[in-house]
């Protein structure tokens, strides 16, 4: 008979805190070695063979036992790895650490780094005190201070919040314009008891509950942008910072207890909705969004109601459509801060809402309802196809501003493939909709093509980077440029230009929206930029591709256009001129590069023209509003003349959109009204 042993076993995979599970202790070698001996003595005539089959898992072995670990150092080489993660010091900076803040791998900031020319020419700006640009940027920033003290500073909030709701016409038009809008992709009212209590309010004002009246501030607030009365225009951007000052101190009040609760969840998300349509704040959303997370599942939000008590058919489908937005938020937010989005997908168990029409749920339905079919459009169908790519883009979130991931080419084309999959399958639904009697909105679709699209531009824009010294990457860089040209496709103007914002809702938005509605329309134009001019440096072209098949004037087309873009920004009252300044010296650049001329002067006079231009844009927009400037704080409020503390005139203090200080949302101080620092 044979003697056999295990030494042929394929060890299981283990940590490195330990040795496999398999492989003897070290006491044990020396008995291991006498059975190998016995075995050998006892074979009457051994051929050389057969001592060689013995031997050689006994040398195995031997080797083996000086490898592992002395046991009675164990527990002090256990400790040792537990604590080593903390104090590793080779991780590398992933993000831009700028003033105060650090803004991780997805923030567009960290897409600037290849533009060697343009960050150049940012530290010259800003070190020369006697150029024409440097006081020509001193300018720009004085005018924006006077700007937003002309707008944004109110001395105190009335305790009576329904002193600022407006004239029924007025609330009407804002009312409705939310709930075609926004209302469609972010679910958070159950519209037909918004309407009847909205309706109860006009008949009796006095009775309603303080939080339906926040809710109505900041509804109205979101509606704003897309106002049809250009005549109203100046006074209901005044009016919904107003509004949302107001629904951002009562939030923030020190008696939180009582807004812990589906009202509470509600009026938070609208909150941040309202910052970032209005501009206000918007980037710093992320720092709230971590506290209406918690409080979301603090009310048990993240759990599916099937596992709690006595929640009835209306509310089980209140929760789920209320937690679907509130991740959606979590991580729209985690993009734009370049921070982690601070959940996965093992953190809950909630499942997506119902393919169902409002009309079909109320307080008195009893009986469970049934779903339609994926292939009906409903009000929620735009939300349910958002929550089918959710873990797909937390995952691709987490792993981006992850500072401790090193992400892997091959992990970046697995999950850029299944989020190019699923969005195909996404896009086939909403074809198929437009099929139907009620059909999705040019806002829909393109709101979910833009929420969905930046994800691929994040992904994959670290490899479009490197695509330039290795072809290996190539394919990022086409995806890069696929998405991003995706993404600025919406985005070009009406050939009409006023005064007024013209286009549709969605275009409206990208105007006067700040937070994501500008970050990502500048990450897209920032990547153009970057492939525009690797194909002038390029030659010869080392392959021929879709992406080749564009010619450079349509990618200097696309530049314009979102150049344009922020023009119209900024006489619809943006005081931050960072896209244009940027995108503008770029373009001069490529200019430049394909004139065979001066790239530098090109891009100083260019620059020096545009500082200009934003001046007189700046100035006539500022003398307008004084004489326009209406009372909306009821007490015949006029220029504070608070002044900002000047902290120097560096590239970044240059007209930020932050108006309201939300830098610590959970306060309920609110002590540096007139932050000037960038968002």
């Not at 994959?460 to 290795?470: M, R, S, V, Y």
Request: glycine fraction near 4%.
């Amino acid at each position: 008979m044979s003697h056999t042993t295990n030494t042929s076993t394929t060890p299981s995979t283990t940590s490195h805190d330990s040795p496999p599970s398999n492989i003897p202790a070290a006491g044990a070698f020396d008995a291991l070695t006498d059975q190998f001996s016995i075995g050998s003595n006892s074979t009457t005539d051994p051929s050389k063979e057969r001592a060689s089959t013995v031997r050689a898992p006994l040398d195995e072995l031997h080797q083996l036992r000086h490898k592992l670990p002395d046991p009675a150092n164990t527990e002090s080489a256990e400790s040792a790895t537990v604590s080593s993660p903390i104090h590793n010091d080779a991780l590398p900076m992933k993000g831009v650490f700028e003033k105060t803040r650090l803004f991780g791998q997805s923030h567009w900031m960290n897409s600037i780094k290849p533009f060697d020319k343009i960050r150049s020419l940012k530290k010259t700006a800003e070190c020369d005190k006697n150029s024409d640009i440097y006081s020509l940027l001193d300018k720009c920033k004085k005018l924006g201070r006077l700007y937003k003290a002309q707008h944004f500073i109110y001395p105190s909030i009335s305790p009576d919040f329904r002193g600022y709701v407006p004239q029924r016409k007025t609330s009407d038009e804002l009312v409705h314009a939310y709930l075609r809008t926004f209302e469609t992709v972010y679910r958070i009212l159950h519209v037909p008891s918004f309407q009847q209590e909205y309706d109860l309010y006009w008949n009796s004002p006095e009775p309603a509950s303080t939080a339906f009246v926040i809710t109505l501030l900041l509804v109205m607030a979101i509606g704003s942008c897309f106002s049809q009365d250009p005549a109203e225009f100046d006074s209901l951007r005044s009016s919904s910072s107003l509004w949302i000052y107001a629904a951002q101190s009562w939030l923030s009040s020190p008696f939180e207890k009582s807004r812990v609760n589906l009202n509470g969840v509600q009026i938070h998300c609208l909150l941040l909705l309202a910052r970032q349509t209005n501009a206000i704040d918007g980037d710093l959303t992320w720092i709230s969004a971590g506290s209406l997370l918690r409080t979301a599942m603090h009310t048990g939000l993240h759990r599916d109601p099937c596992h709690l008590p006595k929640v009835s058919v209306f509310h089980s489908e209140l929760r789920r459509r209320l937690w679907a937005t509130v991740l959606e938020i979590t991580v729209q937010s985690s993009m734009d801060s370049g921070g982690p989005p601070l959940i996965s997908c093992q953190d809950f168990d909630c499942e997506p809402p119902a393919n169902v029409d409002d009309c079909q749920i109320d307080e008195g339905t009893q009986i469970p309802f049934v779903s339609k079919s994926m292939n009906m459009f409903t009000q929620t169908s735009i939300q349910i196809l958002l929550s089918r790519s959710l873990p797909l883009r937390l995952e691709i979130a987490k792993l981006i501003n992850d500072f401790r991931s090193d992400t892997s080419y091959n992990e970046t084309i697995r999950l850029g493939t299944e989020l190019t999959t699923l969005s195909r399958s996404i896009a086939l639904l909403v074809n198929a909709f437009s099929t139907n009697i009620v059909k999705p909105t040019i806002f829909q679709t393109r709101i979910l093509d833009l929420l969905t699209q930046r994800f691929l531009l994040a992904l994959h824009f670290p490899f479009a980077i490197k695509a330039k010294t290795n072809f290996n990457y190539y394919f990022s860089r086409k995806i890069c440029l696929d998405s991003s040209l995706a993404i600025l496709s919406h985005s070009t103007l009406p050939t009409e230009h006023n005064t007024q914002i013209q286009g549709d809702d969605y275009t409206k938005t990208i105007v006067l929206g700040g937070g994501l509605f500008r970050n990502i329309l500048l990450h897209a134009a920032i990547a153009i930029c970057l492939e525009f001019i690797t194909q002038l440096q390029e030659d010869p072209p080392p392959f021929t591709s879709a992406s080749r098949s564009l010619s450079r004037k349509e990618l200097h087309k696309a530049i314009q256009d979102y150049i344009d873009l922020t023009v119209r920004r900024i006489e619809a009252g943006e005081t931050n001129v960072k896209g244009y300044l940027m995108c503008s010296c770029i373009l001069a650049q490529i200019d430049a590069m394909e004139a065979g001329t001066s790239v530098e002067q090109g891009m100083v006079d260019v620059m020096r023209k545009d500082l200009e231009f934003c001046y007189q844009l700046l100035k006539a927009r500022t003398e307008e509003s004084a004489t326009q400037q209406l009372d909306v704080s009821g007490d015949g409020q006029k220029d504070s003349g608070v002044e900002s503390q000047d902290t120097g005139h560096g590239w970044n203090d240059t007209m930020p959109d932050s108006i309201l200080d939300f830098e610590i949302p959970d306060s309920w101080l609110f002590s540096s009204w007139m932050s000037m620092d960038v968002d």
